[in-house]
């Protein structure tokens, strides 16, 4: 039987014996998911794959500590996301002080600019492309939130800031978003 017609479950299993044509296979089905997820936050072709690549080796050396608690999808996303953010942060020298000098305000009203009848008319070029106009902070919290799809308590978790500063954080991102795309 060919590997490529395997379930994921038999190739992890395959991995956990170090058979190199299994990793060489679940390479092949995540690398391009796993190249966009890096390229989205660090924002340079050559840097995400670097990543990527340094994330699948990773990966494959703790094969072991996967326990199928979630997607295993989900679990190398986790691990090409937390070496992107550590790889920002070297080049970019992007540390979590630069959340903290961020008032923590919380805010009542939250509206969310995916709601807005606007939205809908915007091309996501626009958006992605305001994206990187944006304060880094701001940019990569949005990037997690509403492109990678966590959770407020999982960015704060992955970035390692409060809760409440990362809602804070992304509310005052939501808003300058909101803003530069009225202006557009």
Do not use: P
């Amino acid at each position: 039987m060919k590997l490529a017609s395997k379930h994921i479950d038999e190739l992890i299993a395959l991995c956990k014996k170090n058979d190199q044509k299994a990793q060489f296979e679940i390479y092949n089905r995540y690398s391009k998911a796993m190249y966009n997820v890096a390229f989205r936050i660090v924002k340079d072709y050559h840097f995400a794959e670097d990543i990527m690549q340094e994330g699948f080796l990773k990966a494959f050396i703790k094969i072991d500590s996967y326990k199928n608690e979630v997607a295993f999808g989900a679990w190398l996303k986790r691990i090409i996301v937390n070496c992107s953010i550590d790889f920002y942060k070297q080049q970019n020298k992007y540390y979590k002080e630069d959340f903290d000098n961020l008032a923590v305000t919380l805010v009542e009203n939250d509206n969310d600019f995916i709601d807005s009848a606007s939205f809908n008319e915007l091309k996501m070029q626009q958006i992605l492309a305001t994206l990187q106009t944006m304060k880094e902070s701001y940019s990569m919290v949005l990037t997690l939130f509403y492109i990678e799809g966590y959770d407020q308590e999982e960015i704060s978790e992955i970035l390692n800031i409060s809760y409440a500063n990362c809602r804070t954080t992304l509310c005052r991102a939501k808003e300058n978003l909101r803003s530069k795309l009225m202006k557009l």
